[in-house]
């Protein structure tokens, strides 16, 4: 069994959006079971690992960290607010939830600005996540970037999505933990992440807006947007984790960040 460890654990994920073939999906996934099952990061419990593929190679990807015993969770890019019904191209939560999904990213800038996304709409997806029983990964983030040194104005914008987004599970009484995916939007695709000092102090200010819902006890905040490695070590245990895009698809850039990960949390202890 896995040794516990007495703080929370990091949190690290990968998208892969829609850059890879299937193939290539089950060959990367492969390659990260096989990482997971070995690499004392996450077999400690000193990081929870999830990756995102795309639709098609959910039920592969599930067998594959399955057989190689991998603790590793599997989420969706995407659900419907739906649960069943004439809703052609839309995939359910029931559905993710019957094939093995464990979480599902909702409300990324790249759905709410391409796709056009509302609110509603984001909040009903949210509400369907919690209804099947699969975690929420909730992406926030403010467009503009502020003037250096003002952070308030960024914690005020994604506090508040984060609460729309929440508003009809809320109003249901059908909620319970999420991880929170702070995206900066511009720093999306950018060569090098937001400044530390700004990373740091608005996931500050979504764990306190966290800690003031008991309904969402068990929440975290992590950092999106061009995340790489030495961003974990610059923030000093300030930071809950990752969600990392393009740098992950090669499997040996996790082994970097999970070796960050795990030299973090003996620094700690």
Same mark, same amino acid.
């Given at each position: 069994?896995p040794e516990s460890t007495?703080?929370a654990p990091?949190v690290?994920?990968?998208s892969l959006?829609?850059? +890879?073939?299937?193939?290539?999906?089950l060959?990367?996934?492969?390659a990260v079971?096989?990482t997971?099952?070995?690499?004392?990061a996450?077999?400690?419990?000193?990081?929870?690992? +999830?990756?995102i593929p795309?639709?098609?190679?959910?039920?592969?990807?599930h067998r594959i960290l !399955?057989?190689?015993?991998?603790p590793v969770?599997?989420?969706?890019q995407?659900?419907a607010?739906?649960d069943?019904?004439a809703?052609t191209?839309?995939?359910?939560?029931?559905?993710?939830?019957?094939?093995?999904v464990d979480l @599902?990213?909702i409300?990324?800038a790249?759905r709410?600005?391409?796709f056009?996304?509302t609110?509603?709409?984001i909040a009903g997806k @949210?509400?369907?996540a +919690?209804?099947?029983?699969?975690r929420p990964?909730?992406c @926030?983030?403010e467009?503009?970037?502020?003037s250096d040194?003002?952070?308030s104005?960024?914690?005020?914008?994604v506090?508040?999505?984060?609460d729309?987004?929440?508003?009809t !599970?809320?109003a249901a009484?059908a909620?319970g933990p @999420?991880i929170v995916?702070?995206?900066?939007?511009w720093?999306i695709?950018?060569p090098a992440p937001a400044p530390?000092?700004?990373?740091?102090?608005v996931?500050a200010?979504?764990?306190a807006h966290?800690?003031? #819902?008991?309904?969402?006890?068990?929440?975290?905040?992590?950092?999106?947007g061009?995340?790489?490695?030495?961003l974990l070590? #610059?923030?000093?245990?300030?930071i809950?984790?990752? +969600?990392?895009? #393009?740098?992950?698809?090669?499997?040996a850039a996790?082994?970097?960040?999970?070796?960050e990960a795990?030299?973090?949390? #003996?620094? !700690?202890a």
């Amino acid at each position: 069994m896995p040794e516990s460890t007495t703080t929370a654990p990091l949190v690290i994920g990968v998208s892969l959006k829609m850059y +890879f073939s299937h193939a290539r999906t089950l060959e990367w996934a492969a390659a990260v079971a096989a990482t997971a099952r070995e690499h004392p990061a996450v077999q400690s419990g000193a990081v929870e690992l +999830f990756v995102i593929p795309t639709f098609p190679s959910l039920v592969p990807v599930h067998r594959i960290l !399955a057989e190689a015993d991998a603790p590793v969770l599997l989420g969706a890019q995407d659900l419907a607010w739906a649960d069943e019904g004439a809703f052609t191209g839309e995939v359910s939560g029931h559905e993710l939830a019957e094939i093995g999904v464990d979480l @599902v990213e909702i409300a990324h800038a790249e759905r709410r600005s391409l796709f056009h996304e509302t609110d509603d709409e984001i909040a009903g997806k @949210v509400h369907a996540a +919690f209804r099947n029983h699969l975690r929420p990964l909730i992406c @926030v983030g403010e467009t503009t970037r502020a003037s250096d040194g003002d952070t308030s104005t960024a914690v005020a914008e994604v506090t508040a999505q984060l609460d729309r987004y929440l508003a009809t !599970a809320t109003a249901a009484g059908a909620i319970g933990p @999420v991880i929170v995916a702070y995206e900066p939007v511009w720093a999306i695709g950018a060569p090098a992440p937001a400044p530390d000092e700004h990373i740091v102090a608005v996931l500050a200010g979504l764990e306190a807006h966290l800690r003031e #819902r008991p309904d969402l006890g068990g929440s975290t905040a992590i950092y999106g947007g061009s995340a790489g490695p030495g961003l974990l070590t #610059r923030g000093q245990g300030r930071i809950g984790g990752l +969600f990392l895009g #393009r740098f992950a698809h090669d499997p040996a850039a996790i082994t970097a960040i999970l070796d960050e990960a795990l030299a973090l949390q #003996r620094s !700690a202890a």
